[in-house]
């Protein structure tokens, strides 16, 4: 079954720092681009980076743009997100997931308040 | 930057077919496949059909999709009041690099 379980969500200031994990299991996680997808309070989806296998390809959402990181772990099966200059418009529900076959995780929150 | 065209709701009774439609241009829909994802108020979305018409194992075949040129479409048919909850279309854009989400709609089975 595949499983992906995001961590690392909290309360954090606006300017401040914050890296989500995602942990990878029930797929050969290094055969898959993988993504990052983000939903704010009340609306809708908003993608905001994937990676290729072997992380030689990143793209990301223009408002995210030198400020995110993607990265992953083939090793250890995991995907992560470094945030960074955080702003109250990226308060959200972040999900890992795999877009083009069956498998998103649950969730974790980031809140960018003061 | 990354919204494809939906309408924000529809709604049907049950045992009815709706149908809901995904517009976007020739980078995203017109060149790569369609994604729907449904979601169920505070959980996570779930892939409903992928690569324009495909079912996952354990998707009932009430639902299916269609592409044509730069839209896509859902059909939903036999109407359940399970079937109420939010669908998205996604694409892939080749020329932003970026994958695009339609704003949702929002399914009400009356």
Redesign the interface.
Known sequence: EVQLVESGGDLVQPGGSLRLSCAASGFMFSSYWMSWVRQAPGRGLEWVANIKQDGSEKYYVDSVKGRFTISRDNAKKSLYLQMKSLRAEDTAVYYCARMRDPGWGQGTMVTVSS | ??VLTQPPSASGTPGQSVTISCSGSRSNVGSD?V?W?Q?FPG?????LI??NDQR??GVPDRFSGSKSGTSASLAISGLQFDDEA?Y?C?A?DGSL????????TKLTVL
């Open positions: 930057q990354s496949s994604y994802y979601q959980t996570a979305p779930k892939l992928y690569r996952p194992s939010d998205y996604a892939w690099r970026v994958w695009m989400f339609g704003g949702g």
